[in-house]
């Protein structure tokens, strides 16, 4: 069984500063790692992803996320937030390979708010 | 850019009513999923279909669902008899391929399905 908790429902930085958002995963087999953005009447769109490579991933818009095994955890960040990265950010789970290859499981959501 | 288009954006739906939500995967990908999210809840995994059977099924896919593919084109979730508890936003994905090797899942906008 696979279960991703994403602490903090609402996150608010102000524009230039950091932006942290947490999650953490269970899983008993090795996962894949993803975190997904939606924007207000959008779909979920794939910001980056950990596949079993490189343990710090890069993705669009400059966020990027360390997969920590220690830590069974996933953070995204980003140095310098812009007005435009206010959206909802979802980390997912996928076990990699089983027979459950292709489910995606989700944590609850958090909604980032950049202030001016 | 191809995308995954889904129609309608919102249906809304007398209790007890059948209810179909459309999607169009994006052309020449092979796995297609339906997702779901209650409000205020996690975007929750309902289906994936392959090879016009179902894959895989989430306990909340009951007898009430049902997925089609009926041409070449279009992927639809069919809710025979809906429930008030049926009020999500549900989202269709499709991806190249699933198996080993991950592939990424493209998202539609998502349609708001109301039951009143």
């Known amino acids: 069984a696979q279960s991703v908790t994403q602490l903090g429902s609402h996150v608010s930085v102000s524009e230039g500063a950091l932006v942290l958002l947490r999650c953490n995963y269970s899983?008993?087999?090795?996962?894949?790692l993803f975190w997904y953005v939606q924007y207000p009447n959008q779909g979920l769109q794939l910001l980056l992803k950990?596949?079993?490579?490189?343990?710090l991933v890069k993705g669009i818009n400059g966020f990027e996320a360390e997969f920590k095994k220690s830590e069974t955890s996933f953070h995204l960040t980003k140095p310098s937030a812009h007005m435009s990265d206010a959206a909802e950010y979802f980390c997912a789970v996928m076990p990699a390979g089983g027979t459950s290859y292709g489910k995606l499981t989700f944590g609850q959501g958090t909604i980032l708010t950049v202030h001016p | 850019e191809p995308e995954v288009t889904q129609t309608p954006s919102h249906q809304v739906t007398q209790m007890g009513q059948e209810v179909i939500l459309r999607c169009v995967p994006i052309s020449n990908h092979l796995y297609f999923y339906w997702y779901r999210q209650i409000l205020g809840q996690k975007v929750e995994f309902l289906v994936s279909f392959y090879n016009n059977e179902i894959s895989e099924k989430s306990e909340i896919f009951d007898d009430q669902f049902s997925v089609e593919r009926p041409d070449g084109s279009n992927f639809t979730l069919k809710i025979r008899s809906t429930k008030l508890e049926d009020s999500a936003m549900y989202f269709c994905?499709?991806?190249?391929?699933?198996?080993?090797?991950?592939?990424?899942?493209?998202f539609g906008p998502g349609t708001r399905l109301t039951v009143l």
């Open positions: 994905a499709s991806s190249k391929t699933s198996g080993t090797s991950w592939n990424e899942q493209f």
């Open positions: 950990y596949t079993s490579a490189a343990t």
């Open positions: 899983s008993s087999v090795p996962p894949y």
